[in-house]
């Protein structure tokens, strides 16, 4: 029994912390798509059960911020020094989905952080935010498999070039078609090769209108393949490290 005011609700416990396990764990979800973060449903099932052990707090009266510390120390056991990154946005998308879910549901209030919703909730709005919980559940996943598909088009590969070796993962893209003089061209993103020689400059011919900087290096090791004297051209409107060309993987892959 929680008194708030003058007014006294029913509260349990149990359902407090189902409530906010499934908020923390929609904000995580939420998390991974907006950052591409490659994760498996069972570590933000883990993560989230982690994180939701903040429901403990709410026994504590005098700090009200203190959750936040509990959850940076979490994150940093969780993810390290991607921490910066991840735990502000965490943070924003947590508090903007508690707030639109206590919104929802006018008995309900928050205390330290967490979502309280007494047992007197209504139940067609229990079944709204269900509803909304399953399907960010099914867009999750959909993010799963699409990206499981993505990862398997990516190969490793090893650059060596003016005495230096450089280890990026190449995409094996169907629509690079791009040729240089009869030679189907590996691309590979500005800024991953250091002080190159440039020895001839084309215009992309789609309409990005870029232009790819010739380079022809010594070897290539792609799939544990070795290829040598390849042409690549270096661009920068592209999103992976590198895209390979099917014409010139078909031996390797």
């Known amino acids: 029994m929680i008194t708030r005011g003058e007014e006294e609700m029913e509260v349990y416990i149990e359902f407090t912390y189902l409530s906010n396990f499934l908020i923390i764990l929609v904000s995580l979800e939420m998390m991974g798509i907006l950052l591409s ?20 707090l709410l026994y504590v009266d005098k700090y009200s911020w203190i959750i936040l510390i509990v959850w940076m120390i979490m994150f940093y056991y969780l993810y390290h020094n991607q921490i910066f990154l991840y735990y502000p946005i965490f ?17 309900a209030f928050i205390y330290n952080g967490i979502l309280i919703t007494p047992l007197n909730t ?35 590969l090893e650059l060596e070039y003016n005495g230096k070796k450089y280890l990026i993962e190449g995409f094996l893209d169907s629509g690079n078609e791009v040729y240089y003089e009869g030679f189907p ?29 010739i380079v022809k290096v010594n070897q290539i090791i ?11 051209g270096v661009i920068k409107g592209i999103q992976y490290e590198c895209l390979l060309n099917k014409a010139l993987m078909g031996g390797v892959l």
């Open 37 to 56: 973060k490659e994760m498996t449903y069972m570590q933000v099932l883990k993560h989230s059960f982690i994180l939701s052990l903040g429901t403990l």
């Open 91 to 107: 943070i924003f998308i947590y508090f903007s989905t508690l707030f639109f879910t206590s919104s929802l549901i006018p008995e």
């Open 122 to 156: 209504s139940s067609m709005m229990l079944f709204v935010i269900g509803l909304l919980v399953v399907l960010i559940q099914v867009m999750f996943i959909i993010y799963l498999k699409r990206k499981v598909r993505i990862d398997t088009y990516l190969y490793p």
């Open 185 to 213: 061209l590996i691309l590979i993103k500005s800024g991953i090769i250091e002080d190159y020689d440039v020895i001839d400059i084309m215009e992309l011919n789609d309409l990005r209108s870029e232009y790819i900087e």
């Open 222 to 232: 792609v799939n544990k393949q070795l290829l040598q004297d390849v042409y690549i």
